[in-house]
């Protein structure tokens, strides 16, 4: 069977590295959906889509689409791979928040790494303490520890001085799942897409702290290479992993991204958008392997 041109859907607001993906989608042929405002948090099960006029994008870019996205009868699509109401493969590019809502009412199956995956890598690739523990528990902290979500924003990644400066129970769930490490500070680091246990694109994206962007360092290839070998089998197909390397020469993993949700920043596009229509793509088209890293 022949699937028709595949779509890929994108939120509102459009980061940098968005509108990167998006051109390079427009170039390879894929139609972009572009979300209204209204589609988050509203109308959970039809969200409402807005995009260009077709060929009537910036610079009369063809390919894009306006109007009203009817999701009837995405639960019914076939395991071709095609998705949506007219057979169409539907992929997504999107924060967790606009994710949670429209990929299930699009048939779309978002990839992560599991909520631990960090804190159950040997030491050697981590180069520090790393748990996975609940808020509540992290709430007893009396030292300065580095506290993040493992797949979202949802809690800022910070370093906090102790447990008490943590979002408190009014604002968080007791029982999410953090990720908490000792401190560590990169002097570079890198962001690489992982795509079918190979690193399919990568490039530098901060120095000492601070955005900086760049090619890949060989080095920064080499460790990924390390990782994947120690435990690409406990990550999905697609995945970003973002290493850095300390004052000391150090390598480490600082941590896993979902692709979908990932800026590209200066790794190549067309690589970095082949990650990212694996990570977010038809449920049907699933993996045996990618089904237990579904979100």
């Known amino acids: 069977m022949t699937c028709p041109p595949r779509i890929l859907v994108l939120p509102p607001r459009l980061t940098a590295s968005a509108r990167t993906l998006r051109a390079t989608a427009l170039r390879r042929g894929l139609r972009i959906v572009e979300a209204t405002a209204s589609a988050v948090p509203e109308g959970l099960g039809s969200p409402g889509w807005a995009g260009w006029p077709e060929g009537a994008g910036p610079a009369g870019s063809p390919g894009d689409t306006r109007g009203t996205w009817d999701t009837r009868g995405a639960d019914s699509a076939e395991s071709t791979g095609c998705t949506g109401s007219d057979g169409h493969a539907v992929h997504l590019h999107a924060g967790p928040s606009f994710a949670d809502v429209v990929a299930p009412a699009l048939g779309i199956a978002l990839l992560e790494a599991p909520a631990d995956w960090l804190a159950r890598l040997p030491r050697a690739l981590t180069q520090r303490d790393v748990r996975a523990m609940t808020i509540g528990e992290a709430y007893r902290l009396r030292r300065p520890a580095f506290v993040k979500s493992p797949n979202d924003k949802s809690i800022s990644a910070l370093v906090y001085a102790d ?11 007791p029982a999410t799942v953090v990720l908490v490490s000792d401190v560590m500070t990169f002097a570079v ?16 994206y901060a120095e000492a702290g601070r955005l900086r962007l760049g090619p890949p360092d060989g080095d920064a290839l080499a460790f990924g290479r390390d990782v994947l070998a120690a435990a690409g089998e406990t990550l999905p197909s697609a995945i970003v992993v973002d290493v850095g390397r300390d004052d000391e020469g ?13 800026g590209c920043y200066s790794a190549d596009p067309d690589r970095s958008l082949e990650t990212v229509l694996r990570a977010a793509g038809p449920a049907t088209a699933l993996s045996p392997h990618d089904r237990d890293f579904v979100r």
Do not use: K
């Not at 680091?189 to 530098?204: I, S, T, W």
């Open 189 to 204: 680091e890198y962001r690489l897409h992982l795509l079918d246990g190979a690193v399919h694109a990568a490039g530098q």
């Open 163 to 173: 447990g008490s400066r943590l979002p408190g129970p009014d604002a968080v769930d």
């Open 250 to 262: 150090r390598w480490a993993v600082i941590e896993a991204n979902a692709a979908w949700a990932s």
